[in-house]
């Protein structure tokens, strides 16, 4: 049972235009979330988190919302640049337990 | 300087050998973390430990032991290894094992591990 899940595998984007990166969690107790991204041969960075008690959050060009009766989480990048193309991680997190879960993964591709 | 660093980088080895994979963090933080990818891009955590004790332990095979010496350190020894064990291997640490607003997890850059 795999309880997050990132449903598109891929997302191809203009540069300067907005991506949009998707997650669907099924535990509801899942309290922090996060976004980390990928390059091919190098380990996640972290991006950006939000906790449960908030809808939103923002640090420069990048977006987290949370919508918690849907259990959906998404990364808006605005504007998307050539140098974002990587896999982007959504992870969630039950803090009491401290266990982590990681999606899939989406590869993002900005064209220029 | 590297926060979370682990060695060696690539190893490959045959069927049968047992080795161990180093992890450091420099961050002062508590909790330390030993992740595998899988063929599919998956991080699938294997074990944690807070203060050189261990909190969390995946379902992974015997074979795959961790050892802390200390709180800044977390190898992961893994004997007899078989061909599946193929994959690239993430220490990561993070400031305590409950994860607050403003903490995160810190990555090494992994372990690229083949089994021949």
């Known amino acids: 049972d795999q309880q997050v899940k990132q449903n598109s595998p891929s997302l191809s984007v203009q540069e300067g235009r907005i991506s949009i990166l998707n997650c669907d969690y099924t535990?509801?107790?899942?309290?922090?979330f996060l976004w980390y991204k990928k390059y091919p041969a190098e380990g996640p960075t972290f991006l950006i988190s939000?906790?449960?008690?908030?809808d939103k959050n923002e640090d420069g060009r990048f977006t987290v919302f949370l919508n918690k009766s849907a259990k959906h989480l998404s990364l808006h990048i605005v504007p998307s640049q050539p140098g974002d193309s990587a896999v982007y991680f959504c992870?969630?997190?039950?803090?009491?337990?401290?266990?982590?879960?990681f999606g899939d993964g989406t590869t993002l591709t900005v064209k220029p | 300087d590297t926060a979370v660093s682990q060695t060696p980088k690539y190893l490959v080895t045959q069927m049968g050998n047992d080795k161990s994979i180093k992890c450091e963090q420099n961050?002062?933080?508590?909790?330390m973390y030993w992740y595998k990818q899988d063929s599919k891009k998956f991080l699938k955590i294997m074990f944690s430990?807070?203060?050189?004790?261990?909190?969390i332990n995946e379902t992974v095979p015997n074979r795959f032991s961790p050892k802390s010496p200390d709180k800044a350190h977390l190898n992961l020894h893994i004997n007899s290894l078989e061909l599946g064990d193929s994959a690239v291997y993430f220490c990561?640490?993070?400031?305590?094992?409950?994860?607050?607003?403003?903490?995160?997890?810190?990555f090494g850059e992994g372990s690229w591990l083949t089994v021949v």
């Open positions: 990561a640490s993070s400031q305590v094992f409950r994860l607050l607003s403003g903490n995160t997890i810190y």
């Open positions: 535990n509801s107790m899942f309290d922090y």
């Open positions: 939000i906790s449960s008690i908030k």
């Open positions: 992870a969630a997190i039950n803090t009491n337990a401290g266990k982590s879960t």
């Open positions: 961050l002062g933080h508590d909790t």
């Open positions: 430990y807070n203060n050189k004790e261990l909190i």
